[in-house]
């Protein structure tokens, strides 16, 4: 069992920056893949960024690449997704999940389905 709590959520202007923080607890944490997913209103929950276990495997959404950056501290049980120049699309509740049987990036892997474990959301709001 692995229990996420997000952090770091909140309001900026477009064009700032955000640090999101995804804390997990047991003794596990390098054996899940980790990834970010976003809902905004109305929307389907979408993949935004993953990392494997060991951190050496990364995928980003095209929406995000180069603004975005995902990493994890696996002695700190935590993931970061830190996001720069942000857009008003941007905005949406924005969830971390785990998962146990990482298969590389394909597209099974970034559908919510795929994750066994997941956050409460954190709050991302970009006003212009």
């Known amino acids: 069992q692995v229990q996420l709590v997000e952090s770091g959520g909140g309001l900026v202007q477009a064009g700032g920056s955000l640090r999101l923080s995804c804390a997990a607890s047991g003794r596990t944490f390098s054996r899940y893949a980790m990834g970010w997913f976003r809902q905004a209103p109305g929307l389907e929950r979408e993949f935004v960024t993953g990392i494997s276990g060991s951190g050496d495997s990364i995928y980003y959404a095209a929406s995000v690449k180069g603004r975005f950056t995902i990493s994890r501290d696996n002695a700190k049980n935590t993931v970061y997704l830190q996001m720069n120049s942000l857009k008003l699309e941007d905005t949406a509740v924005y969830y971390c999940?785990?998962?146990?049987?990482?298969?590389?990036?394909?597209?099974?892997?970034?559908?919510?389905?795929?994750?066994?474990?997941w956050g409460q959301g954190t709050q991302v709001t970009v006003s212009s």
């Open positions: 999940a785990a998962d146990e049987f990482f298969q590389g990036w394909g597209r099974d892997q970034r559908l919510p389905r795929s994750y066994d474990y």
